[in-house]
Structures are given as C-alpha cells and as structure tokens.
C-alpha cells in the first residue's frame, strides 16, 4: 500500500453486519445515534509535522482545545525563534471555543498557550505541574490575567458543554501526564497525549490502565494515541534504566561532571540529584529555565531535593572539581545557552578541563544534529569525556514503541483509530502497527493538520479542511513573522531586513575587513548610511571579543551577529528588522 492509497480513502463506513454489532454491544448509543450525533477532530497541529501540537474537538456547539503547542524551527529559517499554530479556526468560531486541557507541560504541548490566550480568554484546565510551567510561559509573554487556572488530577471528571471528561494518568518524560476520556453524545474519544507504558516510573505512578481499560470495555468511538516512536519495534525501556546507565558515568568521574538535559524532564533531574548525593556533589543550576522549572517542581512536590546538595555558582566555584556537578540546558545545542557557552569557554565562572565529563542526557530534536555535533566538537577541543545517547543509555524516550502502542490499542479497543503527534512517516507506521492488533484498515484514519475529522457512532470520514498554517514568531515573542511570501513582504516593508555579509578567512577563520552590511526596506531616512557604519562598527566590536572558537563555528558566529545587530536597532531606532547573517568563506 502506498501513501496515495491511505490519503485517498476519505470516507469510511462499517459494514453493515459490524453496526449491529456494535449496536449491541453499546445500547446507550442507538437514541443518540438516532439524533445523528457528531463529533468533530480538528487537528490545528501535529499532525503531519514534528511538533506544535494542538487539537480542537467540537460536539453539539461546544468546541474544546487538547494541547496549544509549539515547534522550533529549524536552522534555516533565519530570524525565527518559535513556531505555533495558526488560530484562525479558532477566531473563526471562538463563541464555542469553552475551554483549553493540557496534557503535559511540554513545550510542543503549551508554548502555543500564550498567544492563544492572547487572542481567546479561557478556563484552562492541567495537572499542577502542568499549570505550573504553563504560569511561566504567560508570566513571560504578560498575559497571565488572560488565564483560568484550574488544576486537575488524574481520574477528575469535567463537563463542558455536552462533553464530558475524565483525566487518565500516563507515564511520559514528564512528571504530572495526562490523556483524556471524552465522552460525546456521538462516543467516547481517547486522546493519549504523550505517553509510554513505564512499568517502573521513578515516581511509581504508573499509567491508569484500569481506566484506559474501562473505557475500552464500555465502547470507545475514536483512539487518537501518540506515534512519536512508531516506527520503533518493542518496548521503550523504563526511566529506572539511567540511573543504571548514570551511575556507571558518575563511577568513571574523577573530574567535573557537566549534566545536560530538558529543564523539564522532573524524573531525570531527580535522578541526578539523588546520584550527586551518593557521590558526594554538589549540583550547580545552569540556566534561567533549569533553576526556574526546580523550583516550581520543589514547591508543588514532585522533585525531593537532597538537603544541602544544590549551592549557588559561587559556592560551587570553591568546590574541588570532584565535587562540581554542572546541571544545565541547552542540551540540543542552542547558541546563546549555556552548554554551548560552556563548550566555548565562555562562562563566568567554570571552564572545561581535560577530563570532565559531559553527559548529554536529552534526546536529540530533529533538526538539530548539526549544532549538536558542533558542540561535541567544542567539548572534545577542550579534552572533554562524552557520554551521549549512542553509547551509553543515560537518556531514553518518553515515548512508547510498538509493543506498548499496541497495548493501547488492545486496552482502549477502539472502533476507529487515528494516529496523532508525529511527521507522516510516524503516522503512517502507526497505521501499520493498529492494523497489526486486528484494527481493519477501513477503521484507520490518517489525517493531517487541517483535516476535519468527522465522527458519527458508526462512521469516521475527513470531510473538508479547517484552515490551519504556522505563525513564526521573533525571540522577543512580540514581532510576528508571517509564513507566506505576501505576508512575508508586508512584514518586511514595515520593519526591513538587514543582511550582514561577514567574509572569514578559510584559513584563519578570522574575520578578514568590515563586514558589509545592506539594508533594506529598514530606515528610510538620511542618516540612514550613518546609521549602517553605526552599526558595523558596533558589530565590529563584538567580534573582536570573541575568541577564535567561536568564530570558527559558522553557526555560533551567526548567532552573534544577529543577536548583536538586533540589540543595536532595537536601542537606536525602536525597530526590529529581520536580520539575516551571511557567513562567508573567502
Ligand atoms: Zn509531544
Ligand atoms: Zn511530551
């Protein structure tokens, strides 16, 4: 079977034969039935694509959101910071949008929250920690009083409209995960959020299966399950494996030990506390977010933080270098944070020596090989040790394999399945996965974002397309890229652009002249020329501060320059160009 074949089967009836079947098994839907009920599924993101997750589902006139996520973008789309759904679906029939759930607090699951509530006011409901992240990401954007915060617990029920839901705990990456029972005149519909089947969580809250179960035996219309790791065969092994696989790296530690991973990971970080205690650490927080999501998780409980074993970098600075344990983000490489300034030698107050250990504890996010590897680079110049996913286990996935997303499917007993959270070639293998549990292929969907996805008691089809795109927004959150060329341009003339061309000499690496730099619709006015040789020399002088490393790594230097002439606009003329650094060798 090919792509095209499961694209094309756009209406999906059950025979006949299978109706009544079902009719008997679930009585409570035949009235229903008889009042031709509907629910709709909305996919506003993540279907399709890697990220910026965001579902709306609508019965009777009520709509809810699942999820308001957002995508990074990748490297080559220049001057962009953050990307999230385009809410135009929503605006559009926002007197029926009544609430937002949040399964986990995952960036891909709440970055989006702000600007949604930015456009739409709304109760919104999640697990504490959840609620917790989520505060800081409108705290930062200002639109905090915009929220309604309703914290939820597993197994908790909730009516919205003729909706009504029960949360049903799941093991993931994070702490405090949920999926969600939606229970419509039409049928119940199970969305997984973002799951595994962890037998031996680090915080021994396994999955409901009970209640994923008890809905499977009541009639569940519709399963929308996570297809992250579908194409991976078995079973995704537990979190309790990397305190093995840590403990082995922290054994061989004579030195500094350098710890990256998510700021949001909870169970990972509890791990490394717990492991720095053993061993006699002391741990250093490294990075706003790091020391910002501790302190949420300690104050709502889900982190038990050894007494005396965090100090401040000051303290730590004293400490001999066995004692040292660096927490910190930026394990996917990022420019400005701090492993990578780390890896440049570029942090106030510690410096990596031969012999430290850099474990980088996170999984790599597609699209960033590249500045990953560039860092590793960085780390092996200054003799550092590398423990990463490919030779040892101190990460694994939040998410399930094959095995596990089968278990699902037999718990949940679905009469359609749509696959969600993952690229085509996921959703696809998922597909494969559902019919392999016995699910026939006429009762598979596979939708991408925009696709309406129309459920009655006895049908599934994809009637129609919602409109749906991405919003590319600046790193101050404030500017707004559009995506489409039309757009593009009209942003463009408003605030211009700026190209900086940088020759850099192949052999030394070193920047060779001024660089040039071309304006364009940026600053029309007479000072315009003054302004630009303003600016290169400013430009100038943050290049002369950095050192030879940094402006060897093309992608390091290009964060530079943009970070620098941004700065420079924003102070001297309130405005906020597209800067596009050009990196040329000569
Ligand atoms: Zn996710
Ligand atoms: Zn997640």
Redesign the pocket.
């Known amino acids: 079977m090919n792509m095209h074949d499961w694209r094309s089967r756009r209406i999906v009836k059950t025979p006949q034969s299978e109706r009544k079947h079902a009719k008997a098994q679930r009585p409570e839907h035949v009235i229903l039935e008889a009042r031709m009920d509907r629910v709709e599924i909305i996919p506003l993101g993540g279907l399709g694509e890697f990220g910026m997750n965001m579902m709306a589902v609508q019965s009777g006139d009520s709509i809810l959101v699942i999820d308001a996520g957002l995508m990074f973008p990748r490297n080559e789309l220049l001057g962009v910071d953050l990307i999230v759904p385009d809410l135009r679906f929503l605006l559009e029939n926002r007197d029926k949008v009544r609430a937002v759930v949040l399964t986990?607090g995952?960036e891909?699951?709440i970055g989006a929250l702000p600007y949604l509530l930015e456009e739409i006011p709304l109760p919104v409901y999640a697990t504490p920690l959840t609620l917790g992240f989520a505060r800081g990401r409108l705290v930062e954007q200002g639109v905090l009083e915009r929220a309604e915060f309703h914290p939820i617990r597993a197994r908790d029920t909730l009516e919205i409209g003729d909706m009504r839901l029960e949360f049903l705990r799941v093991t993931?990456?994070?702490a405090d995960?949920i999926g969600v029972a939606v229970q419509t005149p039409a049928g119940t519909i199970i969305h997984s959020?973002?799951f595994k089947f962890d037998q031996s969580p680090t915080d021994h809250l396994p999955s409901d299966y009970a209640r994923f179960a008890h809905f499977g035996e009541q009639g569940v219309l519709a399963l929308l399950s996570d297809s992250t790791n579908s194409e991976r065969p078995g079973y995704t092994p537990s979190e309790t494996h990397v305190r093995r696989h840590m403990e082995q790296a922290f054994h061989s530690s004579r030195r500094k030990i350098i710890v990256a991973c998510f700021a949001s990971s909870i169970h990972r970080i509890q791990i490394i506390l717990d492991l720095a205690r053993e061993f006699g650490r002391r741990v250093i927080l490294i990075g706003r977010s790091m020391k910002e999501n501790i302190a949420i998780a300690d104050e709502l409980g889900y982190l038990k933080i050894p007494e005396g074993v965090i100090v401040d970098a000051q303290e730590g600075s004293r400490l001999p270098e066995n004692m040292i344990l660096l927490l910190c983000t930026g394990s996917q490489g990022e420019p400005m944070a701090a492993l990578s300034r780390l890896a440049l030698d570029k942090h106030a107050e510690f410096s990596i020596e031969p012999d430290d250990s850099v474990i980088l504890s996170a999984r790599v996010i597609p699209g960033n090989e590249t500045r990953i590897s560039h860092l590793v680079n960085h780390f092996c110049r200054r003799g550092a040790r590398i423990f990463d996913e490919s030779h040892w286990m101190i990460h694994v996935s939040?998410?399930a394999s094959q095995e596990e997303l089968k278990l699902m499917i037999n718990l949940t007993r679905p009469r359609f399945f749509v696959p969600i959270h993952g690229e085509f070639r996921q959703l696809y293998h998922h597909a494969l996965v559902a019919q392999e549990t016995g699910i026939s292929k006429d009762r598979i969907l596979i939708a991408e974002s925009g696709d309406i996805i129309s459920l009655t008691a006895d049908s599934a089809e994809i009637r129609g397309k919602a409109p749906v795109g991405r919003r590319l927004i600046d790193q101050d959150g404030q500017a707004e890229l559009e995506e489409s060329v039309v757009k593009d341009r009209q942003q463009l003339s408003e605030e211009g652009v700026i190209l900086a061309v940088l020759p850099i000499s192949k052999s030394t690496g070193l920047v060779r002249g001024l660089p040039e730099l071309v304006s364009r619709g940026h600053i029309e006015h007479e000072d315009g020329a003054s302004l630009l040789s303003e600016a290169r020399e400013a430009l100038m002088k943050a290049l002369e501060e950095c050192t030879e490393e940094e402006r060897e790594d093309s992608l390091v230097l290009s964060e530079i320059v943009r970070a620098n002439l941004k700065r420079f606009f924003r102070k001297r003329t309130a405005t906020r160009p597209m800067i596009v650094p050009v990196i040329l060798e000569v």
């Open positions: 986990h995952h891909d699951h993931h990456s994070i995960s959020g973002d939040g998410h």
